[in-house]
């Protein structure tokens, strides 16, 4: 039994904020972002923008392509760490606003690497048998959630949202080949959101403190995302049967340019066949790679048969790729 992607979407906040407009907030120069980062400017949810509010327009594309409507799903995977609300989940209010039929629904937490969990999980519980569409999303609010007067964090994050359905694929020539995960939580205070939860429940003083907000530690974080992009990308090819030499499209996490080409050299891609949106979107998180590979879809680039890799990296530590034939 093979599983395809059978349909993707996205959808990006309409407003631009440009590293000249960060000059104006906190101490950094654009040079400098460019340079360390690669990013030249990042989109920005509204006020009343949520969850599954940026996240259902990508949702509704992904069901279109899919020739699909909401009633065809059989189950809603939703990875994001900037959720409607901590309950219910914003997979369950996606499928109230998408009117499904009652299917389980619920939210993956897994920092940037949300998505590629949810469309390994998606795909496991269609070949373990019962599953026919599953809708896996990530999407993000990072700006929510970020420190403004922290220059180390604030000039990486913008916000996003990516879909898609995931079926039973009636061709046995493609679809996807395999995928791996794994995670390491002795690397969790690296990359957290110190308050909010049970361990520091919200107060007057965690707000003071500005605890509601992205931490990093950015140089080890960095060190720690460069090797597993290659783990993870290597062990995803091995579980696909095929060789470096075999992929054709490289669709990493856009976290940094630095990163991404770092990840390519090892696995010797050259950069025309990668995806790069972090220019224009900055870090998305778990959005990053379902809007990616979106572009890749629309612009042309992915064709029939190409043999396709999406690698993720985010805070946990967790890490995950997936391999398919388009
Ligand atoms: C954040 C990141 C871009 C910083 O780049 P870096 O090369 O590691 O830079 P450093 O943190 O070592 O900082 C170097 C200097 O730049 C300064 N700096 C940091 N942010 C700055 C900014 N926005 N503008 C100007 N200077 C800045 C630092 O204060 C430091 O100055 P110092 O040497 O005087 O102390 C990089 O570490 C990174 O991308 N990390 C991983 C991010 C990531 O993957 N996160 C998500 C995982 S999903």
């Known amino acids: 039994?093979?599983?395809?992607?059978?349909?993707?979407?996205?959808?990006?906040?309409?407003?631009?904020?440009t590293n000249a407009d960060l000059e104006k907030i906190v101490d950094t120069?654009?040079?400098?972002?460019?340079?360390?980062?690669?990013?030249?400017?990042?989109?920005?949810?509204?006020e009343q923008d949520t969850a599954s509010s940026l996240a259902l327009p990508a949702v509704?594309?992904?069901?279109?392509?899919?020739?699909?409507?909401?009633?065809?799903?059989?189950?809603?995977?939703?990875?994001?760490?900037t959720p409607d609300m901590v309950f219910p989940s914003t997979a369950c209010i996606l499928q109230n606003k998408l009117g499904c039929r009652q299917i389980p629904a619920f939210d993956v937490s897994a920092g940037c690497t949300g998505f590629l969990y949810s469309l390994i999980i998606s795909d496991a519980l269609i070949k373990a048998g019962g599953y026919r569409n599953i809708l896996a999303v990530g999407v993000e609010l990072l700006t929510k959630?970020?420190?403004?007067?922290?220059?180390?964090?604030?000039?990486?994050?913008?916000?996003?949202?990516?879909?898609?359905?995931?079926?039973?694929?009636?061709?046995?020539?493609?679809?996807?080949?395999?995928?791996?995960w794994s995670a390491d939580g002795s690397f969790g205070n690296l990359l957290e959101m110190p308050a909010g939860g049970s361990k520091m429940p919200a107060s007057a003083e965690t707000v003071a403190k500005n605890l509601h907000t992205v931490k990093m530690l950015g140089?080890?974080?960095?060190?720690?995302a460069v090797r597993a992009m290659e783990e993870a990308s290597l062990e995803g090819i091995k579980a696909a049967g095929l060789k470096v030499e075999d992929i054709d499209w490289l669709i990493p996490h856009q976290a940094n340019i630095r990163?991404?080409?770092?990840?390519?050299?090892?696995l010797n891609i050259p950069m025309e066949r990668v995806i790069v949106t972090l220019d224009k979107y900055g870090n998305?998180?778990?959005?990053?790679?379902?809007?990616?590979?979106?572009?890749?879809?629309?612009?042309?680039?992915i064709q029939k048969g190409d043999n396709v890799l999406l690698v993720a990296f985010g805070a946990g530590f967790t890490w995950g790729s997936l391999v398919f034939k388009a």
């Open 145 to 180: 959630i970020t420190n403004w007067q922290d220059r180390g964090t604030c000039v990486l994050f913008g916000d996003g949202a990516g879909a898609a359905v995931i079926g039973l694929s009636e061709d046995p020539n493609s679809g996807v080949l395999g995928s791996f």
């Open 60 to 81: 509704q594309t992904a069901l279109t392509r899919a020739g699909l409507t909401p009633s065809d799903l059989d189950a809603i995977v939703v990875g994001t760490i």
């Open 1 to 17: 039994m093979r599983t395809k992607i059978l349909g993707t979407g996205s959808n990006l906040p309409r407003k631009i904020l």
């Open 219 to 224: 140089n080890e974080t960095f060190k720690a």
């Open 284 to 301: 998305t998180s778990s959005s990053s790679v379902p809007i990616a590979m979106d572009e890749a879809f629309t612009s042309g680039k």
């Open 29 to 46: 120069d654009s040079e400098w972002i460019v340079t360390r980062s690669g990013i030249h400017e990042r989109r920005i949810a509204d």
């Open 259 to 266: 990163i991404i080409e770092f990840t390519a050299k090892r």
